[in-house]
């Protein structure tokens, strides 16, 4: 079946740099992407979303970028912090009329902040 | 404002045994989305419930049922445990209503431990 997945199960970036997690996706009928950042023994915290009607949308330090032609999605951290390190999961959903979306998530990407 | 909660937060079982597991959903929130997230792994989405019903369900047996009250709380119910039924359970609540976004925020989970 289509699926989400991630190109790196891990990433480590030095405090201050940027990160880049990267995140592929199959169903090209999707059109609402979201990332969330899990710590230890906690459930999955919302960072940001995108719709297909966009290619790039910003938060605070973050910025999520979408390539339908290639079917990518994108997540940059700016200034990465000690707090960042987590995991980070991507996560599809199709329109669906009448009620809320089916999310389908990749395994994750694994993000540690070195000092 | 209170965000997701469930309880219980952790539950060990036996093989056979049944379970069932509560969340209340944020504030303004009316819809609950159950997903199994397994060691290591991305979350799974199990069902959804809208207005006291289901409305879409992933790939998991009856074994797993749920319910949702008047109030918007929700209960996931699985019977015959198996080991493999052994995972973080997560509750995720949106907003659909007239003009929802639908964006899924999560609560901490239920960590359910089967032997």
């Known amino acids: 079946g289509e699926s989400v997945g991630l190109h790196l199960p891990t990433l480590s970036v030095q405090e201050g740099d940027n990160s880049i997690i990267n995140c592929a996706y199959s169903n090209s009928a999707s059109d609402y992407f979201i990332w969330y950042k899990q710590e230890s023994g906690k459930g999955p915290q919302f960072i940001i979303d995108i719709r297909s009607n966009m290619d790039k949308r910003q938060g605070q330090r973050v910025t999520v970028l979408l390539n339908k032609t290639v079917k990518h999605l994108s997540l940059q951290i700016a200034a990465t912090q000690p707090g960042d390190s987590a995991v980070y999961f991507c996560?599809?959903?199709?329109?669906?009329?009448?009620?809320?979306?089916?999310?389908?998530f990749g395994s994750g990407t694994q993000l540690t902040v070195l000092p | 404002d209170a965000g997701v909660t469930q309880s219980p937060t952790h539950l060990i079982k036996t093989r056979g045994q049944q379970v069932t597991l509560r969340c209340s959903p944020k504030?303004?929130?009316?819809?609950v989305s159950w997903y199994q997230q397994a060691l290591g792994q991305g979350p799974q989405f199990i069902f959804q419930?809208?207005?006291?019903?289901?409305?879409q369900r992933g790939n998991f047996p009856d074994r797993f049922s749920g319910h949702q009250y008047p109030n918007y709380s929700s209960e996931l119910n699985v019977n015959a445990l198996l080991l493999g039924d052994s995972a973080l359970y997560l509750c995720?609540?949106?907003?659909?209503?007239?003009?929802?976004?639908?964006?899924?925020?999560f609560g901490p989970g239920t960590r359910l431990t089967v032997l």
């Open positions: 504030s303004g929130h009316d819809t």
């Open positions: 419930y809208y207005e006291e019903e289901e409305r």
């Open positions: 996560a599809e959903a199709k329109a669906n009329s009448g009620s809320a979306r089916q999310l389908t």
């Open positions: 995720a609540s949106s907003f659909v209503g007239r003009a929802g976004t639908d964006t899924q925020y």
